[in-house]
């Protein structure tokens, strides 16, 4: 049986949010200096590459790795890095571009870990935002569109390494008879 998906949110909807987004934040960083975005791979690499593209004022760009789903759709809870910055977040100021805010744990991981650079503000930017499944107490700065609780995949975003090309974002029933893959 495949996967089963619908359309959620089409190339438009998502090209003008996605502007939107990048405008507000060109506008609240552009006079200060030292901006990191730090990337959180690989969910989020299309809708950083479209963010940074609105901006209009010299910036870095890093990203991170964190172990996360692999087949499932549930999160575990145990985040751990696989890939660090490589450009110190020390004394900068730092935009987490992220694709999904779920549960919050990620997050919430990653914010304890960057914090620990001593950078001068840390804010998120999130595409979507699942608050009604959150877990811990985080409000993302910036966010795209808030979405139910359904598995989403596209513009980045994937279920098993599938369907990251996808230009609009889908919901996605998986093939219940697809084996679980553990990362
Ligand atoms: P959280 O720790 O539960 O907030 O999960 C965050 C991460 O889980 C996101 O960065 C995504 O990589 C992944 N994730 C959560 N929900 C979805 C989804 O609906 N589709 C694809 N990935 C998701």
Same mark, same amino acid.
């Given at each position: ?5 619908? =359309? ?6 998502? #090209?003008?949010? $996605?502007?939107? %987004?990048?405008?507000?934040? *060109?506008? @609240? ?11 959180v =791979? ?6 950083? #590459?479209?963010? $940074?593209?609105? %901006?209009?004022?010299?910036? *870095?760009? @890093?990203?991170?790795?964190v172990?996360s ?6 999160t575990?809870g145990?985040v ?18 992220e694709?999904?805010v779920d549960t919050g744990l990620t997050l919430s991981f990653l ?73």
């Amino acid at each position: 049986m495949p996967d089963q998906l619908r =359309l959620l949110l089409g190339e438009d909807v998502i #090209a003008q949010r $996605v502007a939107e %987004l990048g405008q507000k934040i *060109a506008r @609240d960083y552009r006079s200060s200096s030292q901006v990191l975005f730090v990337g959180v =791979l690989n969910g989020a690499f299309i809708f950083l #590459a479209d963010i $940074v593209r609105q %901006l209009d004022f010299p910036h *870095a760009i @890093d990203f991170l790795r964190v172990a996360s789903y692999g087949a499932s759709t549930e999160t575990t809870g145990a985040v751990q890095i696989r890939k660090d910055l490589e450009i110190s977040a020390s004394d900068r100021h730092l935009v987490i571009i992220e694709d999904i805010v779920d549960t919050g744990l990620t997050l919430s991981f990653l914010l304890g870990h960057l914090a620990g650079s001593r950078p001068r503000s840390i804010e998120v930017c999130t595409l979507l935002d699942k608050p009604s499944r959150r877990q811990v107490d985080l409000v993302p700065k910036y966010v795209g569109f808030t979405i139910p609780n359904e598995f989403v995949v596209g513009y980045g975003m994937d279920y098993n390494e599938k369907y990251r090309h996808l230009a609009g974002i889908h919901v996605c029933v998986p093939d219940p008879t697809e084996g679980i893959r553990v990362p």
